[in-house]
């Protein structure tokens, strides 16, 4: 039996998920600091941070992954088109190839 993720929930959280591939590793530590400060006024928080260990299915070309949690879709989107994040991607596009997707769940 599947669950619907969203039966009985009034909103569902919405997961940013961040596939990477580290250019500069100084520049990345940089950016990766600075994002905390950025989510947090949407109630946003890193679920977890990895390295990849292994393919199971497909080559996937990224080594590190990111989530973060916010409590609605319209919070993650208000995050991403924030003046506060958006001032950082630079720093982000110089220091790594970063996939951003959203979901609901």
């Known amino acids: 039996m599947a669950l619907d993720c969203y039966e009985g929930s ?3 959280n919405a997961y ?3 596939q990477i591939s580290v250019k500069d590793e100084r520049k990345w530590v940089e950016y990766r600091n600075q994002v905390p400060a950025t989510i947090a006024p949407w109630e946003g928080e890193v679920v977890f941070r990895g390295k990849k260990a292994s393919d199971f299915a ?3 070309p990224h080594t590190d ?3 973060i949690r916010f ?3 319209e919070a993650a989107k208000t995050w991403e ?3 506060a994040y958006q001032s950082i ?3 982000r596009q ?3 190839e970063v996939m951003l997707t959203a979901y609901q769940a």
Do not use: D, T, W
């Open 65 to 67: 992954i990111v989530v």
């Open 58 to 60: 497909k080559e996937n």
């Open 89 to 91: 991607i630079p720093l």
């Open 94 to 96: 110089e220091a790594a």
């Open 10 to 12: 009034a909103m569902p």
């Open 16 to 18: 940013v998920v961040g």
């Open 71 to 73: 409590p609605s879709m």
């Open 81 to 83: 088109a924030s003046p």
